[in-house]
């Protein structure tokens, strides 16, 4: 297994909680990495960028006192999502801060600038990089993160398109950095399966949405518990880069979700406003297809707990198969 340092010995179960757009705050990524996996949360989720210094001081202090009060447990550590690309005019000046911080991980999306990477490693951060495909992920290696994040088909938001079993299989001949895997996994099973196919963490979003800590609209949270993989919809008309979102949020919006038209990708932006041109679309909600088995609204602890028994039943029954 291709962990790096700061993730070894800390971790319950081998589980990266993704970072959710305008839902992840400081009390889900605080809870995540109480319950034993790491949390992360995109800094254009503080704002203004002032607001990101306070978040960063928040999570260091109350994991500090947590694990000093609490030597026995699994404390994990946390993650910032940047996003790497053009109109995010506070890329540098967030980094400063994430620097500032000694943030333990930093998650890229989009494109992996070398900067951020050679920011992080001079205090021995590590940078994980997500991509859809290899020719990203070769561009990804080139610029030395320590990890990728392989978004396969099924994962929430901005996802690709290729099976994880392709995927995971062509990246890990020529990789052998930490391999993240995100793609409709909902429960420990998944979390198994995952390692399984030589993935070293299970990347998962949208089962932390139907959480008490999530700062997610009520609503979000019951379309989630009430909503499968049949409800959901892979489009790009939204941002102008292809991703899965609830038919129900988007039928609710007035629009016909088994007939939606393609983006204007000119209309993608990321600002000091922390979000996309895209404004009216702020109640289409993304989900994964791995919402199936939410039954209800729970805590942090409470779905990790039973994440941790299903991931430990699964590995029995592969043993017990195997031997």
């Not at 260091?60 to 996003?83: C, F, R, S």
Request: net charge negative; proline share 5%.
């Amino acid at each position: 297994m291709a962990l790096p340092e700061v993730l070894q010995n800390n971790l319950r179960i081998p589980v990266v909680g993704s970072p959710l757009f305008l839902v992840s705050g400081p009390e889900l990524v605080i809870a995540q990495c109480k319950a034993g996996i790491v949390g992360s949360f995109p800094a254009l989720n503080a704002r203004p960028s002032e607001v990101l210094d306070e978040w960063l001081t928040r999570i260091n202090t109350e994991l500090d006192e947590y694990k000093a009060a609490n030597p026995d447990k699994y404390v994990a550590p946390y993650a910032v999502n940047q996003i790497c690309h053009a109109s995010n005019d506070r890329l540098q000046t967030d980094m400063e801060i994430c620097v500032k911080h000694k943030v333990p991980i930093i998650i890229t999306s989009l494109r992996p600038p070398e900067f951020i990477v050679e920011a992080a490693h001079s205090y021995g951060g590590v940078v994980f990089h997500d991509v859809i495909n290899v020719k990203h992920a070769k561009k990804a290696a080139e610029q030395g993160v320590d990890g990728l994040i392989l978004v396969c088909a099924g994962a929430g938001g901005h996802a690709g398109a290729l099976s994880p079993f392709a995927l995971v299989r062509e990246v890990k001949q020529w990789f052998d950095g930490t391999i993240l895997l995100s793609g409709a996994m909902g429960d420990g099973f998944c979390v198994a399966s995952a390692l399984a196919m030589g993935a070293d963490l299970a990347y998962i979003g949208s089962r932390f949405i139907a959480t008490e800590e999530a700062n997610a609209d009520q609503g979000y949270k019951d379309m989630l518990v009430e909503s499968a993989a049949d409800d959901i919809v892979y489009s790009s008309l939204f941002t102008g880069v292809e991703g899965n979102y609830l038919k129900p949020s988007i039928a609710k919006a007035g629009l016909d979700p088994d007939n939606l038209p393609d983006a204007d990708k000119s209309k993608m932006n990321f600002g000091s406003g922390g979000n996309m041109k895209t404004k009216a679309w702020k109640d289409i909600w993304g989900s994964g297809q791995g919402i199936g088995g939410i039954e209800k609204v729970q805590s942090i602890e409470e779905v990790v707990a039973e994440m941790e028994r299903d991931y430990r039943a699964a590995i029995d029954s592969l043993v017990q198969r195997a031997s």
